[in-house]
């Protein structure tokens, strides 16, 4: 519900959205007269990101297109800056990273791809370099959330937007969650509406198309999101085939929890949902309150968290009771094109690796 107050904090915001946008725009400018340089590369430079800040699924997206640009053999690295990691500068993550020396979303594209080669640095453009330095065999390169980064002039573009906050109907921050204005979307060879209805009509997705003005240059895609088999975490036993008995914990620290809170509540109703914020890190409070709420639920009862969250929780295990690791679970998720794209996407990208 609105209220007079939210009215009021969000007409307070405005003004400095608007400060906000003269600078995004003067920047953009400078690189699009070239007054700023971009810097290209000899090798395919693939770059995944969003306008909005956050939630768009840009992590599952990287994913997916690890998985089809090894199919075609190649040798994959991705490289980001790192967020919240507690490190600086340029690093290649290895087994033994943590989550604070790369980052969450790093460490979860090593853990699930242990065979590409995974960095991150703030410098993208020093990040490359130093990855093409040390591994010449590299044949492409992913850049994880880097479309404000225009250091780096990557050869394909592919801009993610949120089926419920489409950045067309979203405003600049503070008042709104759009990085630069709408009209960076000009620069995406594809735009990819993410976290759609399965059943998304033909009808809407037109609606869609039309709403976003694309340019004869653009391609546009509807993806959603599919849930795979839980894994367990430390010593849990495989998932089991849970029903309205089950008593459910989960934990998130994601932007948008909601799409995985409505699945869970389709296994079974009995669920109790704790939300934090995106990248949260787990004090040890946090920790006390985790195992207390699981210590109350009744009969049988399991944890179930975001792969991001596993990332944090299992680097804290020292704090965690044998009992709450015996019951903790990751949910992997996918993404999955919809009205039969999904050739055709792929077909893009591989079109781009020929050129």
């Known amino acids: 519900m609105v209220t007079r107050n939210h009215i009021e904090i969000y007409n307070s ?8 946008g003269i600078g995004t725009k003067l920047r953009n400018t400078l690189y699009n007269k070239r007054w700023l340089a971009s810097k290209s590369y000899l ?18 997206h990287t994913e997916y297109l690890i998985n089809l640009l090894q199919a075609e053999g190649l040798q994959v690295a991705t490289l980001s800056r790192g967020y919240k990691r507690h ?3 340029y690093l290649r993550a290895t087994a033994e990273s943590t989550v604070s020396d790369i980052g969450d979303e790093p460490w979860q594209l ?36 880097a479309y404000q980064h225009r250091a780096v002039k990557a050869g394909l573009n592919i801009l993610l937007t949120d089926y419920h906050r489409l950045y067309t109907r979203d405003m600049l ?40 003005r694309l340019m004869p240059h653009q391609q546009l895609y509807f993806t959603t999101i599919t849930y795979g088999e839980p894994q367990p975490m430390f010593d849990a036993a495989p998932w089991p085939c849970i029903d309205d008995t089950y008593e459910l914990l989960a934990i998130t620290g994601i932007a ?32 006390q309150h985790l ?38 679970y990751a ?25």
Request: proline share 6%; with cysteine; glycine share 4%.
């Open 43 to 60: 090798l395919p430079v693939i770059c995944v990101g969003n306008l909005a800040v956050g939630g768009t699924g840009k992590t599952p």
């Open 173 to 212: 921050l503070p008042a709104g969650r759009l990085r630069e204005s709408k009209a960076g979307a000009q620069r995406a060879q594809i735009i990819i509406v993410t976290k759609c209805p399965a059943q998304l009509s033909e009808a809407e997705a037109h609606d869609i198309k039309a709403e976003l």
């Open 13 to 20: 915001l405005v003004p400095m959205s608007l400060v906000y």
């Open 87 to 89: 490190t600086k500068g």
């Open 291 to 328: 195992q207390t709420k699981f210590a109350q639920l009744p009969g049988k009862k399991l944890i179930i968290t975001t792969q991001k969250d596993a990332a944090r929780l299992q680097g804290l295990a020292s704090q965690l009771a044998p009992a709450f690791q015996q019951h903790l």
């Open 110 to 145: 090593l853990h699930n791809h242990p065979d590409i080669t995974v960095a991150v640095d703030e410098d993208r453009c020093h990040g490359i370099e130093q990855l093409l330095q040390e591994q010449p065999q590299i044949d492409v390169i992913l850049l994880d959330d």
């Open 256 to 287: 948008h929890p909601e799409p995985m809170i409505d699945y869970l509540h389709s296994l079974t109703p009995h669920l109790v949902h704790l939300s934090y914020a995106d990248h949260h890190d787990f004090t040890a409070t946090d920790l």
């Open 331 to 355: 949910l992997p998720i996918q993404v999955e094109f919809i009205h039969e794209q999904q050739a055709a996407f792929d077909q893009s990208v591989i079109n781009y690796l020929k050129q």
